[in-house]
């Protein structure tokens, strides 16, 4: 994740008026043969890359795995740390030990808490055969920078993490993946993936009371069902027909995760990032038990009398007759027809379709607010090497402009979500620190 979640930050602060706390480190119980063994530093290099570790812990134009990325809060920035094996600056003293404690408790060998930024929640389903690996690859293979790690932004007494220990006890759990015998040995894969490394539920899974994920492990349907976070709203990834993976199959997630677009769809935002530093990295065996992991979910509604999508071409018609003149579509006419075309359904593998596309129908609209706001560009693959890109348009439009925009395209073409409003825009607008159009 690139920034923390505002209402994780702001649950630290609430959660950590109500006790006073120690800074014991938590015990940890770790197999034999890990802590003697000398552990898989390429293999450890597959793994961080499965993590996608590379996207918070490199500043733009700095040394690889140094730390300095600004991770936002109410009160004040945070920076992602050196985790190069510098013994200064980085974890080139820490024990394999230290390494698995920050790994699964998010507690540094001094005892320092870390925010929930820091994945760690699902890092714990992590075997330690796993860890040891990705321990060999970050202190032998990763090359030591002296990159003093800088000091969170936030103002004293604010800044205190001893307040995690007691988030930790109320929603972290620290237990190993278990495979589920009534599951295949690709679904199992599949789910260790998801629900650990690749830990997909830290932005697709919605929060809780304490701003906790809601399910860390699937026995919900809530899990994976699509969120709100930063300005996006990760989709539903769970078999909802329309606003979820429903009408996909296991080769269009594959390719959507080995090139970042399919057929009729694309990624856009934060996991533009995932693909191009992660999940296009990964075997194909993996991919497959991702995608057959996904597709095993079931839908988070079971109100098929009310689906997000019914194709109907009364939208063309009435761009093709001259009758659509309202707000919006005018917009859509005059500054996306071009590439999504006038049927909305795009061209294959270049502009995705706007016609029954997850983004577009997603419960909250934040994702295509931001993406008509910022524009996108589509990470450039080994498969797909070209970087096709969206121009912005918060310069040409204003925030109900935008607003009309967003929601002609999630009326049109048969989809059926819900409007937004110029407030929804201008929340999106500030939490992109995007300036309002003069």
């Given at each position: 994740?690139?920034?923390?979640?505002?209402?994780?930050?702001?649950?630290?602060?609430?959660?950590?008026?109500?006790?006073?706390?120690?800074?014991?480190?938590?015990?940890?119980?770790?197999?034999?043969?890990?802590?003697?063994?000398?552990?898989?530093?390429?293999?450890?290099?597959?793994?961080?890359?499965?993590?996608?570790?590379?996207?918070?812990?490199?500043?733009?134009?700095?040394?690889?795995?140094?730390?300095?990325?600004?991770?936002?809060?109410?009160?004040?920035?945070?920076?992602?740390?050196?985790?190069?094996?510098?013994?200064?600056?980085?974890?080139?003293?820490?024990?394999?030990?230290?390494?698995?404690?920050?790994?699964?408790?998010?507690?540094?060998?001094?005892?320092?808490?870390?925010?929930?930024?820091?994945?760690?929640?699902?890092?714990?389903?992590?075997?330690?055969?796993?860890?040891?690996?990705?321990?060999?690859?970050?202190?032998?293979?990763?090359?030591?920078?002296?990159?003093?790690?800088?000091?969170?932004?936030?103002?004293?007494?604010?800044?205190?993490?001893?307040?995690?220990?007691?988030?930790?006890?109320?929603?972290?759990?620290?237990?190993?993946?278990?495979?589920?015998?009534?599951?295949?040995?690709?679904?199992?894969?599949?789910?260790?993936?998801?629900?650990?490394?690749?830990?997909?539920?830290?932005?697709?899974?919605?929060?809780?009371?304490?701003?906790?994920?809601?399910?860390?492990?699937?026995?919900?349907?809530?899990?994976?069902?699509?969120?709100?976070?930063?300005?996006?709203?990760?989709?539903?990834?769970?078999?909802?027909?329309?606003?979820?993976?429903?009408?996909?199959?296991?080769?269009?997630?594959?390719?959507?995760?080995?090139?970042?677009?399919?057929?009729?769809?694309?990624?856009?935002?934060?996991?533009?990032?995932?693909?191009?530093?992660?999940?296009?990295?990964?075997?194909?065996?993996?991919?497959?038990?991702?995608?057959?992991?996904?597709?095993?979910?079931?839908?988070?509604?079971?109100?098929?009398a009310a689906p997000a999508y019914k194709a109907d071409d009364g939208t063309l018609t009435s761009i093709m007759t001259g009758h659509a003149n309202d707000i919006g579509a005018r917009i859509?006419?005059?500054?996306?027809?071009?590439?999504?075309?006038?049927?909305?359904?795009?061209?294959?593998?270049?502009?995705?379709?706007?016609?029954?596309?997850?983004s577009v129908l997603a419960a909250h609209p934040d994702s295509l607010i931001a993406v008509i706001l910022a524009g996108s560009r589509l990470p450039s693959t080994a498969s797909a090497p070209?970087?096709?890109?969206?121009?912005?348009?918060?310069?040409?439009?204003?925030?109900?402009?935008?607003?009309?925009?967003?929601?002609?395209?999630?009326?049109?073409?048969?989809?059926?979500?819900?409007?937004v409003s110029a407030a929804d825009v201008k929340r999106v607008r500030a939490q992109l620190g995007i300036e309002a159009k003069r």
């Amino acid at each position: 994740m690139r920034k923390l979640s505002v209402a994780i930050a702001a649950a630290v602060v609430v959660v950590g008026g109500l006790w006073a706390g120690s800074m014991t480190k938590p015990a940890l119980t770790i197999d034999a043969q890990a802590m003697t063994a000398p552990g898989n530093a390429a293999h450890g290099e597959y793994l961080a890359r499965a993590g996608d570790c590379m996207a918070c812990h490199t500043a733009k134009g700095g040394a690889p795995f140094a730390g300095g990325v600004p991770l936002a809060t109410p009160l004040g920035a945070v920076y992602s740390t050196n985790i190069t094996p510098d013994k200064s600056h980085g974890i080139g003293n820490w024990s394999f030990e230290d390494f698995a404690l920050a790994m699964r408790e998010g507690v540094t060998p001094d005892g320092r808490r870390l925010y929930p930024a820091m994945p760690y929640t699902a890092y714990a389903k992590v075997s330690d055969g796993d860890l040891r690996d990705l321990y060999a690859y970050f202190t032998t293979r990763v090359n030591a920078a002296p990159v003093a790690n800088e000091p969170a932004d936030i103002p004293w007494p604010l800044n205190a993490r001893w307040p995690l220990a007691y988030w930790n006890r109320l929603f972290h759990d620290d237990s190993r993946f278990k495979p589920d015998d009534a599951h295949s040995v690709e679904w199992n894969r599949g789910a260790y993936l998801v629900q650990g490394l690749a830990h997909c539920g830290t932005c697709h899974t919605p929060r809780g009371v304490g701003f906790q994920e809601v399910d860390l492990d699937g026995t919900s349907a809530r899990y994976l069902s699509g969120a709100r976070i930063d300005g996006s709203s990760p989709v539903n990834l769970r078999g909802d027909k329309g606003t979820g993976l429903g009408e996909w199959n296991e080769a269009d997630i594959i390719a959507l995760l080995k090139t970042g677009r399919t057929a009729h769809s694309a990624v856009t935002g934060p996991m533009g990032e995932v693909v191009e530093h992660s999940t296009q990295y990964l075997g194909d065996a993996d991919l497959h038990a991702i995608a057959v992991y996904l597709k095993s979910l079931t839908p988070l509604s079971d109100d098929a009398a009310a689906p997000a999508y019914k194709a109907d071409d009364g939208t063309l018609t009435s761009i093709m007759t001259g009758h659509a003149n309202d707000i919006g579509a005018r917009i859509y006419i005059d500054s996306c027809a071009a590439c999504h075309r006038q049927n909305g359904e795009g061209a294959a593998r270049v502009f995705p379709s706007l016609a029954n596309n997850p983004s577009v129908l997603a419960a909250h609209p934040d994702s295509l607010i931001a993406v008509i706001l910022a524009g996108s560009r589509l990470p450039s693959t080994a498969s797909a090497p070209a970087p096709l890109a969206m121009p912005p348009f918060a310069w040409r439009y204003d925030d109900d402009e935008i607003a009309q925009l967003a929601t002609f395209v999630r009326s049109a073409w048969g989809n059926d979500a819900g409007a937004v409003s110029a407030a929804d825009v201008k929340r999106v607008r500030a939490q992109l620190g995007i300036e309002a159009k003069r």
